[in-house]
Each structure stands twice: as structure tokens, then as C-alpha cells.
């Protein structure tokens, strides 16, 4: 993993805002009074699908039946989400689920295995999130940048010798192998460090990084949240290992040339 989202906490595959949270732009001859602002609403990914065929001119009645809300007001207008709440994820098999209901957001059980706050590479470590601290090979060394970009063409013109040289795909295979055990080892001594209690709770306003679990000051609320979840939980439907089977409905000429894995809809 080389991915960041600092100073947001957590990457890919967690349930922390850097791995779920992201920023998108809207360009528009359409929008009204507001342009060249930034609106804070909460805004699902869900949201795209109905918010598109309201704009094409899709029915009330027909958008009831989507997942997601129509945002197009906000988009157009800068008026208040429609959105007050969403569900990050719910995973029985990790387990883990989390929960946002207006400021606050609820995480029941493991977050997920990248639990820092990852900062951009400073280097071309295989294992960056990790020991971009311990290496500073591609770090500049002169004051003169045209020094510097003399350094880093003799090192692409060495890169590229090296690569012509008889079993150098074999030998990159090998380093490629012995890198990624490394890194595995340090994921899993990083991964050691966190423990965390059954419930985490953040005020994303105040604290968007989530650096300050407020949990245990409020009980009442954390028990409200838990049972929301609840209730989304027993509408989920199970779906494990269905991804991973060939299914022939997923065929792009079942539905106008798009890929889809045939049950996910």
C-alpha cells in the first residue's frame, strides 16, 4: 500500500475517513447563484446514481425506489444535503461495521489493519507507510537543483543499463519477493501496536482526524447510533464468496457494455 489521504487517519480497507472519505469537483453551465465554493454536506457515493437521473429528468415516484438520495440541489444551488446519515460498512466477517448520523461517526469492532496517519512517500521504498523515515536514498543532496536532476538522470541511465544485463528479470523477481515479505513483517509488528475498544466514537467537526475517541463521554449517544446500525443490519443481505465466482450475468452485453459482477446492484 502507497496510498495516503493525510492528514485524514487510516488508508484502503478500513473503515477510518482516509480510507473512505474523498473530495470531487462539479463543472456546470446548469448551477445557480453559488460557484467556486465548498460545500460541507454529507454526500454518499449512492447519491451520484439518483442524483444524475434527476437531472435527466427521472420521476419522483421512479427515485423512491433507488438507493441514495437526489443531491442535485445542493449541487445547483449550494442548499443544505438531503443526507443526514450513512453506513460506512458492514462486514460480519471481519467483524466491523461503522456509522455516521450527522457529526458524529460510530465504529463497532477492527477498523481495519492501517490504523496511523500516513504521510506523502519522501522516497521509492517498496514499503513506504512503513520506513519512509529509514531510507532518504531519493532524498536531494545538493543545494543546486541542476545538480540534483544530474543525480537522478545518471541513477534513470544506470536503472536502464541494469535492466539489459542478462538475468536481471530474475534477479528483480527475486528482490520483488524478498521486499514483499518485508513488508508483511512490518505490517504485521505496525499492526500489533493498535488495540482498540469495542466502540470508537468521533466528532468529525471537531475532530476529523479521529485522534480523540469520545466514546466513553457519551453513552446515550453511542447507544442510539448502535442500534441505527442495527437496524441496518438486519436488512443486509449476505453475499460472501459470490464475488469471487465466475457469474455469467456479469457479461458486459447483458447490460449495455458495462462490467458488473452480476448480483451487485
Not at 33 to 48: I, P, Q, S
Not at 74 to 101: C, H, L, N, Q
Request: charged residues 30%; positive net charge.
Amino acid at each position: 500500500i502507497v496510498g495516503n489521504n493525510f492528514p485524514l487517519r487510516g488508508s484502503k480497507t478500513t473503515v477510518w475517513e482516509g480510507g473512505t472519505r474523498a473530495v470531487s469537483f462539479v463543472y456546470s453551465k446548469n448551477l445557480l447563484k453559488k460557484t467556486g465554493y465548498t460545500h460541507e454536506g454529507l454526500f454518499h457515493a449512492t447519491d451520484w446514481f439518483p442524483t444524475i437521473f434527476a437531472v435527466a429528468g427521472g420521476k419522483p415516484k421512479q427515485e423512491k425506489q433507488l438507493d441514495g438520495v437526489n443531491q442535485w440541489p445542493m449541487i445547483r444551488s449550494g442548499k443544505p444535503s438531503r443526507r443526514t446519515e450513512f453506513v460506512y460498512e458492514i462486514d460480519k466477517s471481519r467483524p466491523v461495521s461503522a456509522i455516521r448520523m450527522g457529526k458524529y461517526k460510530l465504529i463497532v469492532g477492527n477498523p481495519g489493519d492501517y490504523n496511523n496517519w500516513y504521510r506523502i512517500a519522501k522516497s521509492n521504498s517498496f514499503c513506504p507507510i512503513y520506513d519512509e523515515n529509514e531510507t532518504g536514498s531519493d532524498e536531494d543532496i545538493f543545494i543546486y537543483e541542476s545538480l540534483n536532476n544530474i543525480v537522478r538522470n545518471a541513477k534513470g541511465y544506470v536503472k536502464w543499463l541494469s535492466s539489459k544485463l542478462p538475468g536481471y528479470r530474475m534477479v528483480r523477481k527475486w528482490h520483488r519477493y524478498r521486499q514483499l515479505e518485508r513488508c508483511r513483517k512490518l505490517k504485521k509488528r505496525d499492526k500489533a501496536k493498535w488495540r482498540f475498544p469495542r466502540y470508537l466514537l468521533y466528532d468529525l467537526e471537531a475532530d476529523p482526524s479521529e485522534r480523540k475517541n469520545i466514546a466513553g463521554y457519551k453513552p446515550v449517544l453511542v447507544r442510539k447510533m448502535k442500534a441505527r446500525l442495527e437496524h441496518y443490519q438486519k436488512k443486509t443481505k449476505h453475499v460472501a464468496g459470490q464475488s469471487k465466482r465466475k457469474v455469467a450475468a456479469a457479461d458486459p452485453k447483458h447490460h449495455h457494455g458495462v462490467w458488473t459482477p452480476g448480483w451487485c446492484t
